[in-house]
């Protein structure tokens, strides 16, 4: 069974930037790829970022290419998601979750674990 602890949201201005911790435990990180997830109020989830467990291929939604970057840390087991030039539609809960392949993270078809979230909220 894998945790994942998901930390770094808060508020931000536009412009403005945050990077966002997941550290894992309970299990072995280099099993996994890892994705980036989001929920805005009355929205449902989506992807944001995947990355391959071996950290080599990446996968990112549309809407944050060129601005977000996913990146991992096998010897502390932990997922980053480096987030720049935050705009107020980048506002939602930020989840990361675990899944076999970086194909089925992005495309939400298998994910096997998930964190518990993180707010991020950016003013105009």
Known sequence: ???????????VQAGGSLRLSCAASGGTFSRYAMGWFRQAPGKEREFVGSISRGGTRKSYADSVKGRFTI??????????????????????I???????????VATMTVLDYWGQGTQVTVSP
């Open 1 to 11: 069974q894998v945790q994942l602890v998901e930390s770094g949201g808060g508020l």
């Open 71 to 92: 990146s991992r840390n096998s010897a502390a087991a932990a997922v980053y998601l480096q987030m720049n030039s935050l705009q107020p539609e980048d506002t939602a």
């Open 94 to 104: 930020y989840y990361c979750a675990a899944g076999p392949d970086y194909v089925s």
